[in-house]
């Protein structure tokens, strides 16, 4: 094409159609803006905002041990999607354990408590069908 000669004046503006990635985000946007307008949302981002503007001492260091602890957890969980999803977690679980151990230590209390109730409710449900043969 020529730099100096007018373009043709039958140009026609095409967009292109949508993927079918673009049509999945954009009903899933649809779906969820009734709970993304509400004012609890708004507080929970604005909140989370200022914290992130100022957060305490150490905590973007604390934070980058805790996802370098998940990505070395993706990196040592290849093959199987169990070890997937079980590596980065429980790495991420110990690094943060470290830097915040008196809320570890009150999650472990009722992940134990719920724990030994679905362990119960299994153990009774295996002797139900036990005793019935």
């Excluded at 043709?8 to 985000?25: D, F, H, I, M, S």
């Excluded at 070890?83 to 980065?88: A, D, F, G, Q």
């Excluded at 151990?101 to 139900?128: F, M, N, R």
Aim: hydrophobic residues 40%; aromatic residues 14%; neutral net charge.
């Amino acid at each position: 094409l020529s730099l100096y000669s007018s373009p043709a004046r039958e140009t026609k503006y095409v967009e292109n159609p949508q993927t079918q990635l673009e049509e999945g985000v954009s009903r899933l946007r649809h779906v969820m803006e009734p709970y993304t307008a509400s004012s609890l949302c708004s507080d929970f981002f604005s909140e989370g905002y200022e914290f992130l503007q100022n957060p305490p001492a150490g905590f973007y260091p604390r934070l980058g041990v805790i996802g370098f602890a998940g990505i070395v957890g993706l990196f040592l969980a290849r093959g199987s999607r169990i070890k997937k999803l079980v590596y980065p977690a429980g790495l991420m679980g110990i690094g943060a354990s470290m830097y915040y151990p008196q809320q570890a230590v009150s999650i472990a209390k009722v992940a134990g408590t719920q724990l030994y109730d679905w362990s119960l409710q299994g153990y009774i449900a295996v002797e139900s069908l036990w005793k019935d043969n």
